[in-house]
C-alpha cells in the first residue's frame, strides 16, 4: 500500500519583528515562531522574524480545507490579522507532497474571497515524491 498525498497550509508573517509583539497584538499563540537572530528549525540563526498559524487538520486533509480552517482561526480576530497582514504582508503558505496525483488545488470562489478579505498572497509549495 502507497502512503496517501499530505499536504498543509498556514498563515505566516516575516520580518524585522518580535514574535511575542504578534502574540499579543492578535491574541493567539502562534504554532511556531522565532525572533530575527535566534536558533530555528532550519538555521542557527533566523535571517528574519517569523510568526506561523497553522492548520490543525491532520496532513491527509484536502488542501482546500486547511485553508478553511487557517482562515477559520484568523477569523477569531479578523481586525487584529488584517490589520497585522497588511501591514507585514502576510501569507497563506500551501505545503503539498504528492506520491498518487499530480500537483494541484482548487479553490471555491467564498474561499478565495476569504482570502482576499486578509490581503493574503498566497505561497504554493507543492512536490512530487516518488
Same mark, same amino acid.
Given at each position: 500500500?502507497?502512503? @496517501? $498525498? *499530505?499536504?498543509?497550509?498556514?498563515?505566516?508573517? *516575516?520580518?524585522?519583528?518580535?514574535?511575542? +509583539?504578534? *502574540? =499579543?497584538?492578535?491574541?493567539?499563540? @502562534?504554532?511556531?515562531?522565532? /525572533?530575527?537572530?535566534?536558533?530555528?528549525?532550519?538555521?542557527?540563526?533566523?535571517?528574519?522574524? =517569523?510568526? &506561523?498559524? %497553522?492548520?490543525?487538520?491532520?496532513?491527509?486533509? @484536502?488542501?482546500? #480545507? !486547511?485553508?478553511? $480552517?487557517?482562515? #477559520?482561526?484568523?477569523?477569531?480576530?479578523?481586525? /487584529?490579522?488584517?490589520?497585522?497582514?497588511? &501591514?507585514?504582508? /502576510? *501569507?497563506?503558505?500551501?505545503?503539498?507532497?504528492?506520491?498518487?496525483?499530480? @500537483?494541484?488545488? !482548487?479553490? +471555491?470562489? +467564498?474561499?478565495?474571497?476569504?482570502?482576499?478579505?486578509?490581503? %493574503?498572497?498566497?505561497?504554493? $509549495?507543492?512536490?512530487?515524491?516518488?
Amino acid at each position: 500500500m502507497s502512503t @496517501p $498525498d *499530505t499536504c498543509h497550509a498556514y498563515f505566516v508573517v *516575516t520580518g524585522s519583528f518580535d514574535p511575542a +509583539e504578534i *502574540t =499579543r497584538r492578535v491574541a493567539t499563540s @502562534p504554532t511556531y515562531s522565532v /525572533g530575527l537572530g535566534e536558533p530555528g528549525r532550519y538555521a542557527k540563526a533566523a535571517k528574519c522574524s =517569523r510568526w &506561523e498559524l %497553522l492548520s490543525r487538520l491532520e496532513t491527509t486533509a @484536502p488542501l482546500e #480545507t !486547511h485553508v478553511q $480552517d487557517v482562515l #477559520t482561526q484568523l477569523d477569531n480576530n479578523k481586525v /487584529g490579522f488584517v490589520q497585522l497582514s497588511r &501591514e507585514l504582508d /502576510g *501569507t497563506m503558505q500551501l505545503v503539498g507532497y504528492f506520491k498518487e496525483h499530480e @500537483p494541484g488545488t !482548487h479553490f +471555491e470562489r +467564498e474561499t478565495v474571497q476569504r482570502i482576499a478579505q486578509y490581503s %493574503l498572497a498566497i505561497d504554493c $509549495d507543492f512536490y512530487r515524491c516518488s
